[in-house]
């Protein structure tokens, strides 16, 4: 559980409206930042339009 943080709100706001992708997304990609960790995403239409963002990777191009 990560609380409320105002910064956090706005940086997933902006990455949702910068990457066109809603908000839900944008919050787990905004966290990665904020946490200084990987985001893996199973979802591909997503990533696609987040691939740009070097703390995102795609749990299919995932090494395990």
Known sequence: ???????????????AFEHD??????????????????MVTDDEQVYRKISSLPWTILLANRSL
């Open 1 to 15: 559980m990560v609380p409320y943080s105002h910064e956090q709100m706005h940086k997933s706001a902006r990455i």
């Open 21 to 38: 992708i809603g908000t839900f997304a944008a919050g787990a990609v905004a966290l990665g930042a904020l946490l200084r960790c990987q």
